[in-house]
T-cell receptor, first 117, second 117 residues
Framework: NAGVMQNPRHLVRRRGQEARLRCSPM?????VYWYRQLPEEGLKFMVY????????ESGMPKERFSAEFPKEGPSILRIQQVVRGDSAAYFC???????????????FGPGTRLTVL | AQSVTQLGSHVSVSEGALVLLRCNYS??????LFWYVQYPNQGLQLLLK??????LVKGINGFEAEFKKSETSFHLTKPSAHMSDAAEYFC???????????????FGSGTRLSIRP
Protein backbone atom coordinates (compact mmCIF):
# COMPACT_ATOMS: atom_id res chain seq x y z
CA ASN A 1 0.00 0.00 0.00
CA ALA A 2 1.68 3.16 -1.19
CA GLY A 3 1.86 6.04 1.23
CA VAL A 4 0.63 9.57 0.71
CA MET A 5 2.04 10.90 -2.55
CA GLN A 6 2.84 14.53 -3.18
CA ASN A 7 4.10 16.15 -6.34
CA PRO A 8 6.10 17.90 -7.27
CA ARG A 9 8.62 17.46 -4.46
CA HIS A 10 10.25 20.77 -5.32
CA LEU A 11 8.63 23.71 -7.07
CA VAL A 12 10.20 27.01 -8.05
CA ARG A 13 8.02 29.94 -9.03
CA ARG A 14 8.61 33.62 -9.69
CA ARG A 15 6.61 36.23 -7.89
CA GLY A 16 3.15 36.60 -9.41
CA GLN A 17 2.98 33.08 -10.85
CA GLU A 18 0.62 30.34 -9.75
CA ALA A 19 1.64 27.26 -7.79
CA ARG A 20 -0.31 24.00 -7.88
CA LEU A 21 0.52 21.32 -5.36
CA ARG A 22 -0.92 17.84 -5.64
CA CYS A 23 -1.66 15.22 -3.02
CA SER A 24 -2.82 11.67 -3.57
CA PRO A 25 -4.04 10.15 -0.31
CA MET A 26 -3.39 6.60 0.76
CA UNK A 27 -5.71 4.03 -0.75
CA UNK A 28 -8.98 3.93 1.12
CA UNK A 29 -8.46 7.30 2.79
CA UNK A 30 -11.22 9.82 2.24
CA UNK A 31 -9.90 12.70 4.36
CA VAL A 32 -7.10 15.05 3.33
CA TYR A 33 -5.35 17.75 5.34
CA TRP A 34 -2.87 20.41 4.24
CA TYR A 35 -0.21 21.91 6.49
CA ARG A 36 2.45 24.55 5.88
CA GLN A 37 5.89 24.60 7.45
CA LEU A 38 7.76 27.87 7.28
CA PRO A 39 11.56 27.73 7.69
CA GLU A 40 12.62 26.90 11.26
CA GLU A 41 9.00 26.50 12.39
CA GLY A 42 6.53 23.73 13.11
CA LEU A 43 3.70 22.74 10.83
CA LYS A 44 0.58 24.90 10.76
CA PHE A 45 -2.82 23.52 9.81
CA MET A 46 -4.34 25.03 6.68
CA VAL A 47 -7.37 23.06 5.53
CA TYR A 48 -9.26 19.79 5.95
CA UNK A 49 -11.18 18.28 3.06
CA UNK A 50 -13.29 15.29 2.27
CA UNK A 51 -14.25 14.30 -1.26
CA UNK A 52 -15.89 17.35 -2.87
CA UNK A 53 -16.21 19.14 0.46
CA UNK A 54 -14.15 21.61 2.46
CA UNK A 55 -14.75 20.77 6.09
CA UNK A 56 -12.43 23.19 7.90
CA GLU A 57 -10.46 25.97 6.24
CA SER A 58 -9.75 27.96 9.36
CA GLY A 59 -6.01 27.95 8.68
CA MET A 60 -6.14 29.11 5.08
CA PRO A 61 -5.02 32.63 4.23
CA LYS A 62 -8.03 34.67 3.14
CA GLU A 63 -6.66 35.53 -0.27
CA ARG A 64 -4.79 33.73 -3.06
CA PHE A 65 -5.04 30.26 -1.48
CA SER A 66 -7.60 27.63 -2.38
CA ALA A 67 -7.92 23.87 -2.02
CA GLU A 68 -10.05 21.18 -3.55
CA PHE A 69 -10.47 17.43 -3.32
CA PRO A 70 -12.52 16.33 -6.31
CA LYS A 71 -14.48 13.13 -6.63
CA GLU A 72 -11.77 11.76 -8.91
CA GLY A 73 -8.10 12.59 -8.76
CA PRO A 74 -5.76 14.14 -6.24
CA SER A 75 -6.32 16.99 -3.86
CA ILE A 76 -4.95 20.29 -5.15
CA LEU A 77 -3.62 23.22 -3.13
CA ARG A 78 -3.50 26.27 -5.36
CA ILE A 79 -1.63 29.47 -4.61
CA GLN A 80 -2.25 32.37 -6.96
CA GLN A 81 0.12 35.28 -7.48
CA VAL A 82 2.79 33.82 -5.23
CA VAL A 83 4.95 36.07 -3.07
CA ARG A 84 8.29 35.38 -1.39
CA GLY A 85 6.54 34.78 1.93
CA ASP A 86 4.81 31.74 0.42
CA SER A 87 8.15 29.92 0.29
CA ALA A 88 7.70 26.96 2.59
CA ALA A 89 7.24 23.22 2.74
CA TYR A 90 3.64 22.16 2.20
CA PHE A 91 2.64 18.82 3.65
CA CYS A 92 -0.41 16.78 2.92
CA UNK A 93 -1.81 14.15 5.25
CA UNK A 94 -4.62 11.67 4.81
CA UNK A 95 -6.71 9.57 7.12
CA UNK A 96 -9.43 6.98 6.82
CA UNK A 97 -12.80 7.50 8.36
CA UNK A 98 -13.66 4.72 10.73
CA UNK A 99 -17.11 5.20 12.25
CA UNK A 100 -17.09 4.55 15.95
CA UNK A 101 -13.40 5.32 16.34
CA UNK A 102 -12.58 8.39 18.37
CA UNK A 103 -9.34 9.00 16.55
CA UNK A 104 -8.22 8.50 12.97
CA UNK A 105 -4.49 8.73 12.46
CA UNK A 106 -3.16 11.16 9.89
CA UNK A 107 -0.42 9.86 7.61
CA PHE A 108 1.89 12.47 6.15
CA GLY A 109 3.35 12.76 2.70
CA PRO A 110 6.96 13.81 1.95
CA GLY A 111 5.98 17.41 1.26
CA THR A 112 6.39 19.90 -1.57
CA ARG A 113 9.07 22.51 -1.08
CA LEU A 114 8.00 25.73 -2.75
CA THR A 115 10.57 28.39 -3.47
CA VAL A 116 9.43 31.77 -4.72
CA LEU A 117 12.11 33.83 -6.45
CA ALA B 1 -8.22 26.15 22.15
CA GLN B 2 -5.24 23.84 22.08
CA SER B 3 -1.53 24.49 22.04
CA VAL B 4 1.79 22.82 22.76
CA THR B 5 5.03 24.29 23.99
CA GLN B 6 8.32 22.57 23.40
CA LEU B 7 11.01 23.63 25.83
CA GLY B 8 14.36 23.99 24.11
CA SER B 9 14.69 24.49 20.39
CA HIS B 10 17.96 22.55 20.37
CA VAL B 11 19.08 19.66 22.57
CA SER B 12 22.48 18.01 22.32
CA VAL B 13 23.38 14.74 24.03
CA SER B 14 26.23 12.26 23.83
CA GLU B 15 25.76 8.95 22.12
CA GLY B 16 24.51 6.47 24.72
CA ALA B 17 23.13 9.17 27.01
CA LEU B 18 19.51 9.71 28.03
CA VAL B 19 17.36 11.71 25.64
CA LEU B 20 14.70 13.96 27.20
CA LEU B 21 12.63 16.27 25.03
CA ARG B 22 10.09 18.37 26.89
CA CYS B 23 6.54 19.17 25.84
CA ASN B 24 3.73 20.87 27.70
CA TYR B 25 0.23 21.12 26.33
CA SER B 26 -2.88 23.19 26.83
CA UNK B 27 -6.29 21.84 25.93
CA UNK B 28 -9.88 22.55 26.94
CA UNK B 29 -10.92 19.03 25.93
CA UNK B 30 -9.28 15.66 26.62
CA UNK B 31 -6.29 15.77 24.34
CA UNK B 32 -4.75 13.35 21.96
CA LEU B 33 -0.98 13.85 22.00
CA PHE B 34 1.70 12.88 19.53
CA TRP B 35 5.39 12.96 18.91
CA TYR B 36 6.62 13.11 15.33
CA VAL B 37 10.16 12.93 13.95
CA GLN B 38 11.34 14.72 10.82
CA TYR B 39 14.62 13.96 9.12
CA PRO B 40 16.14 16.62 6.85
CA ASN B 41 14.05 17.33 3.75
CA GLN B 42 11.63 14.55 4.58
CA GLY B 43 8.07 14.27 5.82
CA LEU B 44 6.90 13.48 9.31
CA GLN B 45 6.93 10.06 10.86
CA LEU B 46 4.77 9.26 13.87
CA LEU B 47 6.87 8.10 16.82
CA LEU B 48 4.06 7.51 19.27
CA LYS B 49 0.61 8.71 20.30
CA UNK B 50 -1.48 9.05 23.43
CA UNK B 51 -5.22 8.53 22.89
CA UNK B 52 -6.50 8.25 26.49
CA UNK B 53 -5.43 4.67 27.12
CA UNK B 54 -2.25 3.90 29.07
CA UNK B 55 -0.44 7.00 30.29
CA LEU B 56 2.98 5.54 29.45
CA VAL B 57 3.19 5.18 25.71
CA LYS B 58 5.88 3.21 23.91
CA GLY B 59 6.77 4.10 20.37
CA ILE B 60 9.17 3.14 17.64
CA ASN B 61 12.96 3.26 17.81
CA GLY B 62 13.00 2.85 21.60
CA PHE B 63 11.21 6.10 22.39
CA GLU B 64 8.50 6.46 24.99
CA ALA B 65 6.47 9.28 26.51
CA GLU B 66 4.40 9.68 29.65
CA PHE B 67 1.15 11.62 29.81
CA LYS B 68 0.95 13.56 33.08
CA LYS B 69 -2.34 15.38 33.38
CA SER B 70 -1.41 17.10 36.64
CA GLU B 71 1.64 18.63 34.97
CA THR B 72 0.05 18.99 31.50
CA SER B 73 3.18 17.37 30.13
CA PHE B 74 4.04 14.74 27.55
CA HIS B 75 7.82 14.50 27.59
CA LEU B 76 9.66 12.20 25.18
CA THR B 77 12.47 9.98 26.43
CA LYS B 78 14.91 7.37 25.19
CA PRO B 79 17.33 5.65 27.57
CA SER B 80 20.30 5.56 25.20
CA ALA B 81 20.80 7.91 22.27
CA HIS B 82 22.01 6.65 18.91
CA MET B 83 23.58 8.69 16.16
CA SER B 84 20.61 7.92 13.92
CA ASP B 85 18.30 9.73 16.38
CA ALA B 86 19.60 13.10 15.18
CA ALA B 87 16.55 14.84 13.71
CA GLU B 88 13.82 17.39 14.42
CA TYR B 89 11.13 16.29 16.86
CA PHE B 90 7.65 17.77 17.05
CA CYS B 91 5.14 17.44 19.85
CA UNK B 92 1.54 17.84 18.73
CA UNK B 93 -2.02 17.82 20.07
CA UNK B 94 -5.50 17.31 18.65
CA UNK B 95 -8.99 16.65 19.89
CA UNK B 96 -11.14 13.58 19.41
CA UNK B 97 -13.81 13.16 16.76
CA UNK B 98 -16.82 15.20 17.67
CA UNK B 99 -14.71 18.11 18.87
CA UNK B 100 -14.21 21.05 16.59
CA UNK B 101 -10.50 20.56 17.17
CA UNK B 102 -10.49 17.00 15.87
CA UNK B 103 -9.69 17.86 12.28
CA UNK B 104 -6.42 19.62 12.91
CA UNK B 105 -3.19 18.69 14.57
CA UNK B 106 -1.52 21.57 16.42
CA PHE B 107 2.26 21.28 16.31
CA GLY B 108 4.91 22.68 18.58
CA SER B 109 7.79 24.63 17.13
CA GLY B 110 10.10 21.65 17.23
CA THR B 111 13.27 20.55 19.02
CA ARG B 112 16.39 19.75 17.05
CA LEU B 113 18.21 16.80 18.60
CA SER B 114 21.94 16.50 17.99
CA ILE B 115 23.99 13.50 19.05
CA ARG B 116 27.67 13.91 19.97
CA PRO B 117 29.98 10.95 19.24
Amino acid sequence: NAGVMQNPRHLVRRRGQEARLRCSPMKGHSHVYWYRQLPEEGLKFMVYLQKENIIDESGMPKERFSAEFPKEGPSILRIQQVVRGDSAAYFCASSPFLPGESYNEQFFGPGTRLTVL
Amino acid sequence: AQSVTQLGSHVSVSEGALVLLRCNYSSSVPPYLFWYVQYPNQGLQLLLKYTSAATLVKGINGFEAEFKKSETSFHLTKPSAHMSDAAEYFCAVSGSWGDSSASKIIFGSGTRLSIRP
